[in-house]
């Protein structure tokens, strides 16, 4: 087996910067030090080298409003791979009354063109005897983060009695649930409201999710989560409300961690008042994207560590599925890409700009999550014995997003125009070197799936409380006659 040497560069992690050579043999980290020699050399000069990428929360041929979304695990991984990204985190969704293991031999029937490593989350769209059963035998193959849409409703809604069975049954199997945090059944109220008055166009959507929606969801899933006795993780954190419940929730000592996306750090509300049709529903999603405020609140949370990690949501679909909302919003396809350009936007508009640290970079987009999902050190780390799944980063490699240019498969791209500055010189996953620079040497079949362990520290202080505060029935003596 030959090895390979990643010369001259620094490694930068989650808490440390130095110098150093990194030697890979197979598909882990051997060695890293000063001089080290190796069958082949990786040139890192100017560069930093980073662990790969890992983004919490994809959503790659997913059945969704009518249609699939259009990245697969093929394209999907791949554009992932091209940014610096080396392991994506997917949602198997069952749909209304489908096994949750039958919809898993679904995905990992549609996961085996991946390049790049994956796991799933499983998500709990309906509520009864043989979900509960079923993800204990869930969590034995590997997954161990359950997601509740609290929006959606009449759809993949699931109501506040089946949440709390849920994270109920989260807790007893160590495991985690993830929140989409919007109050469906006011969504669905302000929806009927704006097509009623006419208020028809993309920009309505947004009227239709104002950040209290989000707000109150959050609140009420993190105090569900809390009677339940288990951790909670809120994705696409998007508003200042919901940062806020989430801020004060850490601030109490409950383990509540939330996911920003890159589109709402860095896109806001005027993208729906773009004259252009096609313009503004390529950007419908949920939630949708804020005014500044919001924006410089997320900023805020992951500075102050409040905020835990930036994913994408990458949920694509083409000008032509979004056109199936022409005439009325709510058919609008919700979902934008961000896959690919998840990392080089982060570092422009975090790092170039003084908001973030290079290590709060490397913390939020990849060792954070690995953390939170039980994947460290295996992934997430620059650590003997991790897997190699690296990006070294040239932070003076540029480029202007453009559709015409991307991996991905839709026709369009939420950044075009935006001015990068920092890019992958080369992505290597598993040890294998997928990436140089413009050019792809993926394999597709190469990802492979990352079964996870449940139980993890936080998951164990918290149910080892919740023993000790659990309601005790009090034993007396002399109980009067009963009757008067
Ligand atoms: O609009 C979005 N976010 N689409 C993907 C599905 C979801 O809600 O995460
Ligand atoms: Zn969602
Ligand atoms: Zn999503
Ligand atoms: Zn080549």
């Known amino acids: 087996m030959g090895s390979t040497v990643i010369k001259n560069g620094t490694v930068v992690t989650a808490d440390l910067t130095y110098k150093a050579d990194v030697k890979i043999e197979g598909e882990v980290i051997v060695d890293i030090g000063p001089n080290l020699s190796g069958d082949a050399v990786i040139d890192a000069t100017g560069c930093y080298i980073m662990p790969g990428g890992i983004d919490p929360h994809t959503h790659l041929e997913m059945p969704f409003m009518g ?43 549609k996961s085996g063109k991946a390049s790049a490593d994956y796991s799933f989350h499983m998500a709990i769209t309906w509520w009864d005897e043989q979900v509960w059963r079923e993800m204990d035998e869930v969590v034995k193959r590997g997954i161990t983060s359950f997601k509740h849409f609290m929006a959606y409703k009449g759809a993949l809604m699931v109501n506040d009695d089946e949440l709390f069975a849920s994270f109920q049954r989260c807790a007893d199997l160590g495991a985690l649930p993830l929140v989409h945090a919007e109050n469906g059944d006011v969504v669905a109220a302000m929806t009927a409201k704006l097509l009623a008055e006419g208020n028809n166009g993309p920009e309505a959507h947004a009227y239709s999710r104002p950040p209290e929606v989000e707000g109150e969801a959050t609140n009420r899933a993190i105090m569900i989560a809390d009677m339940a006795g288990v951790p909670l ?96 919003f709510s058919k609008i396809p919700n979902g934008t890409g961000g896959l690919e350009d998840r990392l080089a936007v982060l570092w422009s508009r975090g790092v170039n700009t003084g908001r973030l640290t290079m290590n709060e970079f490397v913390a939020v987009t990849s060792t954070n999550i690995a953390k939170i999902l039980n994947l460290y050190p295996k992934k997430g780390a620059v650590l003997v014995g991790a897997d190699a799944d690296l990006v070294v980063w040239d932070p003076a490699r540029k480029k202007t997003v453009s559709a015409a240019t991307q991996q991905s498969a839709i026709d369009y791209n939420v950044f075009e125009g935006f001015e990068l500055t920092g890019l992958p010189r080369f992505v290597l996953t598993r040890g294998q070197v997928a990436v140089i620079e413009n050019e792809m040497h993926h394999q597709s079949g190469h990802g492979k799936f990352v079964a996870r362990e449940a139980k993890n520290p936080v998951n164990q202080a918290l149910s080892q409380w919740k023993d000790i505060v659990a309601p005790r029935k009090v034993q007396r003596s002399g109980i009067p006659a009963s009757g008067v």
């Not at 080396?86 to 031999?105: I, N, Y």
């Not at 939630?287 to 949501?313: I, Y």
């Open 233 to 328: 993780y809120v994705v696409h954190v998007s508003s200042e409300q919901a940062h806020e419940a989430i801020r004060r929730a850490r601030q109490k000592g409950m383990r509540v961690y939330g996911e920003p996306l890159v589109q709402h750090l860095t896109l806001d509300d005027s993208e729906y008042a773009n004259p252009d049709w096609d313009h503004a529903a390529g950007r419908v999603m949920s939630p949708p994207f804020r005014n500044k405020l919001h924006q410089d609140s997320l900023w805020a949370g992951l500075q102050s560590g409040s905020l835990s990690v930036v994913a994408t949501d990458h949920c694509a679909f083409t000008i032509a599925q979004k056109r199936h909302g022409i005439g009325d």
């Open 67 to 109: 249609t699939y979304s259009t990245d697969d695990f093929e394209s999907g991984t791949r554009a992932a791979l091209s940014g610096g990204t080396t392991m994506v985190v997917d949602f198997c969704l069952p749909s209304p009354g489908q096994s949750l293991l039958e919809a898993l031999q679904m995905w990992d029937n």
